[in-house]
DNA sequence: CTCCATGATTCTAA
DNA sequence: TTAGAATCATGGAG
């Protein structure tokens, strides 16, 4: 029997490693596809969800419905809602993004009226304080806040499409300009006063 | 139990 | 990257 020779020896060790290699490889493979798959099924945060706080909902419509006209809060906006709220700034935009594609659907649904509501307000605010131009004698006021209030009508009877979600987007925004209490009463939660603080026009 | 509200995730498009 | 839309999974009211 010859002696094995080193380099006869260093083949097999280089042979080993390569097959130790591709075993190594095939088990982070699968260890790794397992842990995706528990990850999906016990920490998919879907499965534990908890319902915010009433006060924290209640703090997040209050700036919601404030800013209807533009409700995307900003970085330093989200923050502050995150620590009042006691959540995470990710769960604020969670809730924004619901909120704004749910209000939406409302709104196609049955909520047009109340934005009706808002029209006519705000219209009769304009007639009011004579904030708008008025088409006829300046004096009377009887019929020129009738403009507004109609296109809000015509567009519920023609069968509120999602041209509905535009208008109601206008007029909260006019609701909104000439009193701002109008589509929420605001109950309680003041917070400091940071009434217009991310107005990015 | 069912049904709806709601928070989170995933996918697509801009 | 972000918003919107669709969808998932749970909580809670009935």
Same mark, same amino acid.
Request: proline share 5%; aromatic share 8%.
């Given at each position: 029997m010859r002696p094995i020779t080193p380099k006869e020896i260093e083949r097999m060790v280089q042979i080993i490693h390569k097959?130790?290699? $591709?075993?190594? %490889?095939?088990?982070?493979?699968?260890?790794? @596809? $397992?842990?995706m798959i528990l990850r999906s099924r016990f920490l998919?945060?879907?499965?534990?969800?908890?319902?915010?706080? /009433?006060?924290?909902? @209640?703090i997040l419509n209050e700036y919601f419905y404030s800013h209807l006209s533009n409700p995307y809060p900003s970085e330093e906006a989200k923050e502050e809602l995150a620590r009042k709220? =006691?959540?995470?700034?990710?769960?604020?935009?969670?809730?924004? =993004?619901? /909120?704004?594609?749910?209000? /939406?659907k409302n709104i196609a649904k049955a909520q047009e009226e109340a934005n009706m509501y808002a029209a006519k307000k705000a219209a009769q605010g304009i007639a009011q304080y =004579? %904030? %708008? *131009?008025? *088409? =006829?004698? *300046?004096?009377? %006021?009887?019929?020129?806040s009738g403009e507004m209030y109609s296109m809000a009508v015509s567009a519920q009877q023609q069968g509120l499409h999602h041209m $509905?979600?535009?208008?109601?987007?206008?007029?909260?925004?006019l609701a909104s300009a000439y009193n701002p209490n109008m589509m929420v009463s605001v109950t309680g939660a003041g917070y400091p006063s940071n009434p217009d603080a991310s107005r990015t026009d």
């Amino acid at each position: 029997m010859r002696p094995i020779t080193p380099k006869e020896i260093e083949r097999m060790v280089q042979i080993i490693h390569k097959k130790f290699s $591709a075993i190594q %490889m095939q088990l982070k493979q699968s260890t790794c @596809e $397992a842990v995706m798959i528990l990850r999906s099924r016990f920490l998919d945060a879907r499965r534990k969800r908890r319902n915010f706080s /009433k006060q924290a909902t @209640e703090i997040l419509n209050e700036y919601f419905y404030s800013h209807l006209s533009n409700p995307y809060p900003s970085e330093e906006a989200k923050e502050e809602l995150a620590r009042k709220c =006691g959540i995470t700034v990710s769960q604020v935009s969670n809730w924004f =993004g619901n /909120k704004r594609i749910r209000y /939406k659907k409302n709104i196609a649904k049955a909520q047009e009226e109340a934005n009706m509501y808002a029209a006519k307000k705000a219209a009769q605010g304009i007639a009011q304080y =004579g %904030m %708008m *131009p008025s *088409p =006829g004698v *300046p004096g009377s %006021m009887v019929s020129p806040s009738g403009e507004m209030y109609s296109m809000a009508v015509s567009a519920q009877q023609q069968g509120l499409h999602h041209m $509905a979600a535009v208008q109601a987007n206008a007029f909260s925004d006019l609701a909104s300009a000439y009193n701002p209490n109008m589509m929420v009463s605001v109950t309680g939660a003041g917070y400091p006063s940071n009434p217009d603080a991310s107005r990015t026009d």
